[in-house]
């Protein structure tokens, strides 16, 4: 018996395994006519807002749990047992139940994302390299006439929001999409 391979080891049948390979490619989803810019081009700058002061991740949610454990427990007491006394216990605790709901689905959103848009326009929560929970404001130079930038979460009232930087002499042209994945890390 041979031990001769008579297929073809040549020719197209191969595996052309490069072809998931996007190395090198720019991949534009959304395309858009509008230039990119680094970081570096743009000068942001982070603005801490409460002076710098952050939380710890891990305790947010540790504390959003047990709060709302805690509210879930007194909502059955204030539910069931004692009819006509329960109308403001009850708003309460839910208040307090929803509150440690958003902690803890923020704190697990921002440990995956990183960046999260917080409140008012400008206030974002960004987390540090060792689960440092901080807001901060962000500012950049326009790359078109060199005014102020603010970065901002627009958007119509019910639609989708999103951020941008928007200059301040001509907020309704030099408008930069942000990219979160580009800021540079919070060392702590
Ligand atoms: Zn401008």
Known sequence: MSGDNHGSQTGDNSLNVGVGDFRGAHL??????????????????????????HLNSE??????????????????F?????PGKQSSWTMLLMFALMVSVVMVVTSAVLR???????????????IGDRGGIYVNR???????????????????KEGP???HFIC?????????????????????
């Open 161 to 163: 929001r999103s951020d």
């Open 28 to 53: 534009n989803i959304n395309q858009t006519e509008r230039p990119t810019f680094t970081p570096q081009q743009m000068d942001i700058q982070r603005a801490p807002a409460f002076g710098g002061r």
């Open 112 to 126: 995956r994302r990183k960046f999260e848009h917080f409140f008012g326009s400008r206030h974002y929560l960004e």
């Open 59 to 76: 305790r947010v949610s540790a504390f959003g749990y047990v709060t709302g454990a805690a509210s879930l427990f007194g909502l059955y």
């Open 78 to 82: 204030a539910l069931f047992p004692f």
């Open 138 to 156: 962000f500012t950049a130079t326009c790359p078109w006439c060199g005014s102020n930038m603010h970065l901002r979460h627009v958007g119509p």
């Open 168 to 188: 301040e002499r001509n907020p309704r042209q030099h408008v930069i999409d942000l990219d979160p994945t580009l800021l540079p890390d919070i060392e702590e």
